[in-house]
C-alpha cells in the first residue's frame, strides 16, 4: 500500500468515526419553531404573556427556540386549537379552563362558582401543590399544562336590564362557553344558556338570539360587547384563571434542556402578564363607562346559594371533593 492510499484511507476512517458527532451536534443546534394559539386580540395581557415566556426562552436557549403567537383566532377558536395542538399540529394554548372540562376532570375545579375568596386566594392556590395537580391532569390528554394565567372575575352583561337579584336572570338567553359546567352554572340561575364560540357573540347580541354573556371587564371591552350590551352587572360568579398549554407530541421532541428552559420561562411570565391584567382590568373597566355602559353591583349570596346543585352535580369524586376542601382551607 502506498504513504498516500494509506494516509486517504485514515482520513476516510477518521471521517466515519466524527460523522455522528457532527450529526449529534447539529442537531442539538437546530432551530426549535413553535406556533401558540390565543384567541384574543393583540395586545390582551394573555397573548402579551405568551410573548414575555416566548422572549425569555429565546434569550435562555440562546436564540434556539423561537414562538410564533397567532393571535386574534388567526389559527381557529378555542374548541378547534385544543385538538389541533392535542395533535400537535399547533405547539402551544393560551386557553380557558371551560375548554378542558369535558376531557379533564380536574379543570373543572378553578371554574366552579364562588370557589375563591379572592384574587390573591385564587394567585395562592393556583401557584402551588393544587394548581399543579391541575395542570398535570392534562398530560394523559396529549397536553403538558405549562402555567395559568389571570383572567379576573367573570361578571353578567346583557342588553335588557340590570340583574340586581336572581330573579332578573330569569329565562335571560345568556352565552356561555362550550362547556357542560357553564350550562349548568346557567340553569341554575335560572338562565337559558346558549353555547357560542366567542367570535360569534357580538353578533349573537346584536341580532338578540342572545340577551347576555358573562367574562371579565377586557373581554366586554375588547370584543367590543359593550356596544350591543350595555347593563353590567358585577355578580363574580366564576375567578378561573387561563391556562397555557403545550402539545405533548411537540414537548416530547425537545431536549430535556429546552423543555425545562420552556418550563421556566413560563412559570417567570406569570408575574408579568399578572402586572398586565391588572393595569388592563381598570383601564378597560374606565373605558366601558365612559362609554355609556351602566355598571351595579349585587348581593351575591343569593347566586352563591344557588349554585349548590351545580357542586353536587361536578365534585362527586372523593379526590375533586378533597381538592375543593383544600381550596377553601388555603389560607
Given at each position: 500500500m502506498t504513504p498516500m492510499l494509506s494516509r486517504r484511507r485514515a482520513l476516510l476512517a477518521a471521517s466515519a468515526f466524527a460523522a455522528p458527532a457532527l450529526i449529534g451536534f447539529k442537531a442539538s443546534a437546530q432551530a426549535i419553531n413553535l406556533r401558540s394559539a390565543d384567541i384574543h386580540p393583540d395586545g390582551y395581557p394573555t397573548v402579551e404573556g405568551v410573548k414575555i415566556m416566548a422572549k425569555l426562552a429565546q434569550e435562555r436557549s440562546n436564540g434556539r427556540i423561537n414562538i410564533q403567537v397567532f393571535h386574534s383566532r388567526q389559527l381557529g377558536e378555542e374548541k378547534d386549537t385544543l385538538e389541533q395542538t392535542r395533535f400537535g399540529v399547533i405547539d402551544l394554548n393560551r386557553t380557558n379552563f371551560a375548554g378542558l372540562n369535558n376531557l379533564v376532570p380536574e379543570t373543572v375545579i378553578p371554574g366552579l362558582p364562588f370557589l375563591f375568596r379572592d384574587e390573591k386566594h385564587m394567585h395562592t392556590v393556583?401557584?402551588?401543590?393544587?394548581?399543579?395537580?391541575?395542570?398535570?391532569?392534562?398530560?394523559?390528554?396529549?397536553l403538558v399544562g405549562l402555567c395559568c394565567y389571570d383572567s379576573g372575575a367573570r361578571s353578567m352583561y346583557n342588553r335588557i336590564r340590570?340583574?340586581?337579584?336572581?330573579?332578573?336572570?330569569?329565562?335571560?338567553?345568556?352565552?356561555?362557553?362550550?362547556?357542560?359546567?357553564?350550562?349548568?352554572?346557567?340553569?341554575?340561575?335560572?338562565?337559558?344558556?346558549?353555547?357560542?364560540?366567542?367570535?360569534?357573540?357580538?353578533?349573537?347580541?346584536?341580532?338578540?338570539?342572545?340577551?347576555?354573556?358573562?367574562?371579565?371587564?377586557?373581554?366586554?371591552?375588547?370584543?367590543?360587547?359593550?356596544?350591543?350590551?350595555?347593563?353590567?352587572?358585577?355578580?363574580?360568579?366564576?375567578?378561573?384563571?387561563?391556562?397555557?398549554?403545550?402539545?405533548?407530541?411537540?414537548?416530547?421532541?425537545?431536549?430535556?434542556?429546552?423543555?425545562?428552559?420552556?418550563?421556566?420561562?413560563?412559570?417567570?411570565?406569570?408575574?408579568?402578564?399578572?402586572?398586565?391584567?391588572?393595569?388592563?382590568?381598570?383601564?378597560?373597566?374606565?373605558?366601558?363607562?365612559?362609554?355609556?355602559?351602566?355598571?351595579?353591583?349585587?348581593?351575591?349570596?343569593?347566586?352563591?346559594?344557588?349554585?349548590a346543585p351545580v357542586y353536587d352535580q361536578f365534585v362527586r369524586d372523593a379526590r375533586l371533593k378533597a381538592m375543593v376542601q383544600r381550596i377553601r382551607e388555603t389560607a
Open positions: 393556583m401557584d402551588g401543590a393544587i394548581g399543579q395537580e391541575i395542570l398535570a391532569g392534562a398530560e394523559k390528554h396529549g340590570p340583574i340586581n337579584e336572581l330573579a332578573d336572570m330569569k329565562g335571560m338567553k345568556i352565552r356561555v362557553q362550550q362547556s357542560d359546567l357553564w350550562l349548568a352554572m346557567m340553569r341554575a340561575l335560572g338562565a337559558n344558556p346558549t353555547p357560542l364560540p366567542t367570535g360569534e357573540v357580538y353578533s349573537a347580541l346584536q341580532t338578540g338570539v342572545i340577551d347576555g354573556a358573562e367574562n371579565n371587564y377586557p373581554t366586554y371591552q375588547s370584543q367590543r360587547h359593550f356596544e350591543v350590551s350595555k347593563f353590567y352587572s358585577v355578580t363574580e360568579h366564576s375567578m378561573s384563571p387561563e391556562i397555557l398549554v403545550m402539545s405533548k407530541r411537540s414537548y416530547d421532541k425537545l431536549p430535556k434542556d429546552m423543555q425545562t428552559i420552556l418550563r421556566d420561562a413560563a412559570r417567570d411570565s406569570v408575574p408579568e402578564m399578572r402586572k398586565l391584567w391588572v393595569a388592563r382590568s381598570e383601564a378597560a373597566r374606565k373605558d366601558v363607562i365612559a362609554s355609556g355602559s351602566l355598571i351595579n353591583t349585587v348581593d351575591k349570596s343569593s347566586f352563591e346559594r344557588a349554585m
